[in-house]
């Protein structure tokens, strides 16, 4: 028996990001995805483009964009607004005029309307231990905004990582 277990954010985009591809190959757009390369969600979404998306990391690799072709821009759901602002910034800039150039702004609000939240309390405290896995995009997402204001912060997965000493 397999039990589809696919976030309902993730499965909508894979739908909108292949109904998008379906209605726009013809005219030889490109579908980007702002995302991390290897990712299991970006592998999902590229996959719905019969691989054909690009996926960009950072503002460093719009170069891998083609300004002579219309392009619709996603993002990965767990990768910041900010970071995803700055992508279509950055590609809207260098687009050929006469191509049209359409940003969605895919990016789960569960994790960006904690982020000044996460903030507040990482400041607010002497010490964190933030519990998560490592591989989790959203988990990673936070805690680097709670190292970001609190160096005291430290990733753990079980109680057996809590290191005892930084508590004294």
């Known amino acids: 028996q ?7 954010v993730v499965l909508k985009l894979q739908q909108r990001i292949k109904k998008m591809w379906q209605e726009t ?3 030889k757009s490109q579908i980007i995805i702002h995302g991390q390369s290897g990712h299991a969600e970006v592998l999902g979404l590229v996959g719905q483009t019969h691989g054909e998306a690009i996926v960009v990391e950072n503002t ?8 002579s072709k219309n392009t619709y821009i996603y993002s990965q759901t767990t990768k910041s607004l900010e970071g995803y ?3 279509v ?6 687009i050929d005029s ?3 150039t359409e940003s969605f702004d895919t990016v789960c609000r569960q994790v960006a309307n904690r982020m000044s939240g996460i903030g507040e309390f990482a400041k607010s405290h002497q010490l964190i231990f933030f519990v998560c896995g490592r591989k989790r995009s959203n988990g990673k ?16 997965e079980s109680p057996q990582e809590i290191d005892l000493t930084l508590t004294d």
Do not use: G, Y
């Not at 397999?2 to 309902?8: A, E, K, R």
């Open 2 to 8: 397999v039990i589809d277990c696919t976030c309902p």
């Open 25 to 27: 190959k013809e005219e």
């Open 60 to 67: 460093e690799q719009i170069e891998k964009v083609d300004t």
């Open 85 to 87: 602002k700055q992508i």
């Open 89 to 94: 910034e950055a590609i809207e800039q260098r």
């Open 98 to 100: 006469d191509k049209k």
């Open 141 to 156: 997402i936070l805690f680097n905004e709670c190292k970001r204001v609190n160096p005291n912060s430290h990733q753990i």
